[in-house]
């Protein structure tokens, strides 16, 4: 996908926001590099699953129906990780995104993973992505799992990171904004 001149909304907590880099992440900074129109609703601390009006789903239908979104990128909150929130309600909420974006924008969907962090709750609902991946239509850029990310020397790891979740201003210019334009320019 040629990005330039296209509306890119994305949805997500404060991996999304750049809560570590003061409000600049790597959505930003795909807008200054790639010429396209950025549309972020991000919310630190807030969840997929769909618990209060803060949550994903909530939020999302607060955005601009008429928004010509040429695509749609979601993080995979760890925040409902952190919080034990049950598979099923995050299932349901991952199920209800994809669905409202398809019929609402008509645009392709993608989820995104953060880097590598030892959880077990977070490694299931990359899982749960996997599976959900045979039945609806959509793209899954898998940082976690990352060979190129997983294998980045302990130096960089502490310049890039200002923790196992968030990653700083240089993290995101250096580390994660390249593999978001890579993978989205692979999009057909």
């Known amino acids: 996908m040629n990005l330039k001149n296209k509306t890119v909304l994305f949805l997500g907590s404060s991996v999304t926001y750049g809560s570590a880099a003061g409000g600049v992440s790597f959505a930003d900074l795909m807008a200054r590099e790639c010429g396209i129109k950025c549309v972020k609703e991000a919310v630190s601390g807030t969840t997929l699953a769909d618990l209060d009006e803060s949550s994903y789903v909530a939020r999302l239908k607060t955005v601009d129906k008429s928004l010509p979104a040429d695509l749609f990128i979601c993080q995979l909150s760890t925040n409902d990780a952190a919080r034990n929130i049950a598979l099923c309600e995050i299932e349901k909420a991952i199920?209800?995104?994809?669905?409202?974006?398809?019929?609402?924008?008509?645009?392709?969907?993608?989820?995104?993973?953060?880097?590598?962090?030892?959880?077990?709750?977070?490694?299931?609902?990359?899982?749960?992505?996997?599976?959900?991946?045979?039945?609806?239509?959509?793209?899954?850029?898998?940082l976690y799992h990352d060979a190129e990310m997983l294998s980045v020397s302990p130096v960089d790891y502490a310049r890039y990171m200002s923790d196992p979740i968030h990653p700083n201003l240089v993290g995101y210019k250096e580390w994660w904004t390249p593999k978001f334009i890579e993978f989205c320019e692979r999009l057909p």
């Not at 209800?96 to 709750?121: H, K, L, M, N, W």
């Not at 609902?125 to 959900?132: E, H």
């Open 95 to 142: 199920r209800d995104i994809i669905e409202y974006v398809q019929r609402t924008f008509a645009c392709p969907v993608a989820f995104y993973t953060g880097t590598y962090y030892e959880s077990e709750p977070y490694a299931k609902m990359i899982d749960l992505l996997y599976t959900l991946k045979k039945e609806y239509d959509f793209y899954i850029l898998d």
